[in-house]
């Protein structure tokens, strides 16, 4: 079957194999499945090619979405692998939780959110989302169905948090989750007219709250330049638990033949950005849904950047060197007249994570979202890897579609940990573009 399984990124754009789920299971079940023949597919909001397999095929993983069980004393909800987090949050808020971590879309799956480990906002609290996972099932190859936690087979639970969907199938999983006073967060907008300011600002921000992020207004330039604003909050005690329909307000209902996002557009909207929020300071409380998911509010917004879709650049730098490198890779950016229409900055703390691939690790995370401009882009981006490793940081997989081998290597050096735990009837684009790649000399790969 041939289906559009695009990733969120969009660059590069075919119909792909895909089988249903209930085939998979049968062919590894029955040992039938051939070397690399699948990967699971969450809801394809991986940016890139981690999430593709364009030599096998994707096995489609939503319609595997029911809720298998869920202990209100306890707060441990069990659930099959496709589920969305947003039918979680449904799901589990009228008893008084929420996730215990969530990335910065609720339309990710449970097996998706499992197999990239993902961050959000309270890293420095809670961690990454395996953090909380207490156990799940894997299908592998072998045709046998392993339980996997710190205890049971301890090994495959380490690889497959964060293992980017080559160690097997997981089925269900069973997650821990957050008692909160409701829903809504008490929400506090704290404007910084320079970088300097934020670095000043955020450690103490993360020190007295849960959630903690900052938006930086990357095109504005001279006496604005690095300005933005830091959001922090709290869940509320005097909020609600009521959950929101899915659909968004907003659309962008067709594809634009050329980026709607240029200089000129962004400019306008990040002054408009930038001064609404400027004015919020005063603590006020904020809906889940605006606070944790503002981008879900406009259906298939990546439509903006075009046909030719957009790279999104996730480095993590150390806090040692964020003071100095953070300032600079903006500048490149800006030297190169490339305009990030979404620039984040984060903290990210010491948790860790029970996954060895795991992509966070104390520093400061940047994220830039680049229109593709074609080779331009790219010099761009491999400046930016270059400008990461040199800081002793390492750049996100999950977003990426175009690192080279080397700054996959460099950056994770323990990948041969999963090559041998990697399933051999699964593999994706990204696995083969970069760990399955020989080693070349520094700078040619
Ligand atoms: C607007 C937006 C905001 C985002 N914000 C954040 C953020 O704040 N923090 C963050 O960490 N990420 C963020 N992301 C990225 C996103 O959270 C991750 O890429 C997430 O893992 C995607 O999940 P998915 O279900 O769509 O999976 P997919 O993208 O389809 O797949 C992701 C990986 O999971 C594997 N996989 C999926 N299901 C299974 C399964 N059942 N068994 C085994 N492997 C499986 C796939 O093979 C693939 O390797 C954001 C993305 C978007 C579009």
């Excluded at 789920?21 to 597919?41: K, N, P, T």
């Excluded at 301890?154 to 008692?179: C, E, V, Y």
């Excluded at 968004?248 to 980026?259: C, H, I, N, Q």
């Amino acid at each position: 079957m041939q289906a559009s399984l695009d990733s969120f990124g969009r660059i590069n754009r075919h119909s792909r194999q895909a089988i249903a789920f209930e085939q998979a299971v049968h062919a590894l079940r029955d040992g039938m499945a051939g070397r690399s023949d699948l990967l699971a597919f969450g809801n394809g909001k991986s940016y890139g090619d981690s999430c593709h397999n364009d030599a096998g095929s994707l096995v489609q993983m939503r319609q595997q979405r029911s809720v298998l069980g869920f202990n209100v004393e306890t707060g441990i909800v069990e659930a099959e692998a496709g589920i969305s987090l947003e039918e979680l949050i449904a799901h589990i808020a009228p008893h008084g939780f929420f996730l215990p971590v969530t990335p910065g879309t609720r339309f990710v799956t449970l097996g998706g959110s499992i197999a990239n480990d993902v961050h959000g906002k309270n890293h420095h609290r809670s961690g990454t989302f395996g953090c909380h996972v207490e156990s799940f099932e894997l299908l592998r190859s072998d045709s046998h169905i392993y339980r996997c936690s710190t205890t049971e087979n301890p090994d495959l639970f380490s690889a497959t948090i964060g293992g980017l969907g080559l160690t097997g199938l997981i089925l269900s999983a069973r997650l821990k989750l957050m008692k909160v006073g409701s829903l809504d967060i008490d929400e506090t907008v704290t404007a910084f007219s320079s970088l300097e300011g934020y670095f000043d600002l955020a450690a103490d921000a993360d020190e007295e709250n849960e959630y903690s992020v900052a938006w930086l207004d990357q095109l504005a330039s001279g006496k604005s330049a690095g300005r933005g604003v830091l959001i922090t909050g709290n869940h509320a005690e005097n909020g609600n638990f009521r959950t929101e329909g899915v659909k968004a307000k907003l659309g962008v209902p067709f594809e634009l033949p050329f980026s709607a996002l240029n200089r000129v557009s962004l400019g306008l909207f990040n002054t408009a950005y930038f001064n609404v929020n400027r004015l919020k300071s005063a603590p006020h409380l904020a809906g889940y849904g605006k606070f944790f998911y503002p981008l879900d509010g406009v259906g298939d917004w990546n439509r903006l950047y075009g046909p030719s879709g957009l790279y999104q650049h996730q480095s993590v730098i150390p806090f040692e060197a964020g003071r100095s490198v953070i300032p600079a890779m903006l500048e490149a950016s800006r030297r190169a007249g490339l305009s990030s229409f979404l620039t984040v900055l984060k903290r990210f703390g010491d948790v860790r994570s029970p996954g060895f691939m795991s992509f966070p690790r104390p520093g400061y995370t940047l994220t830039m979202d680049f229109p593709n401009h074609g080779e331009k882009t790219l010099a761009l981006l491999t400046r930016l890897d270059r400008m990461t490793l040199d800081a002793g940081g390492r750049v996100n997989p999950y977003k990426d579609s175009r690192m080279s081998a080397e700054v996959f290597k460099a950056g994770f050096p323990q990948w041969p940990q999963l090559e041998k735990l990697r399933d051999e009837s699964f593999c994706s684009d990204f696995w083969r573009r970069t760990a399955l790649v020989t080693d070349h000399p520094r700078g040619q790969s």
